[in-house]
């Protein structure tokens, strides 16, 4: 596998388009800062680290409407390693309107865009979800 952070979020993408109730990713600390951005944005229930094998997994629940409407509409991966993605404050964009978030990768950890803005720092464009 040459790029998790993909690998991880097409498993997400892939569960939310069967509406699947849970699905796992293999562990590691950057899925999991991706993971409770979108905890915290409101995109997913909840998630835990499960000891599994030497590197454990994530379980990550994912969250639906009243009559199965999705949440996570679109998830799309910006920064790839053959082509890193990087954005100053300055030109750091809402998503879709203010609607969606971008996830970016800074020196005080993963931040969205908007605490990007709210705090003037840059950084690495890791993805956009809608």
Excluded: H, W
């Amino acid at each position: 596998m040459t790029d998790p952070i993909a690998d991880a979020l097409t498993r997400i993408r892939n569960a939310n388009s069967v509406v699947k109730e849970e699905v796992d990713i293999p562990f590691s600390k950057i899925k999991q800062e991706i993971i409770r951005v979108l905890k915290e944005e409101g995109f997913i229930k909840s998630y835990k680290f499960i000891e599994k094998g030497k590197q454990g997994v994530l379980r990550v629940f994912l969250k639906y409407g009243p009559n199965k409407e999705k949440v996570i509409n679109e998830i799309k991966r910006i920064s790839k390693c053959s082509l890193r993605v990087y954005m100053s404050k300055e030109k750091m964009r809402r998503v879709y309107g203010g609607l969606g978030i971008s996830i970016v990768s800074t020196s005080r950890g993963l931040l969205t865009d908007k605490q990007c803005r709210e705090q003037k720092i840059g950084g690495e464009v890791i993805c956009t979800v809608l």
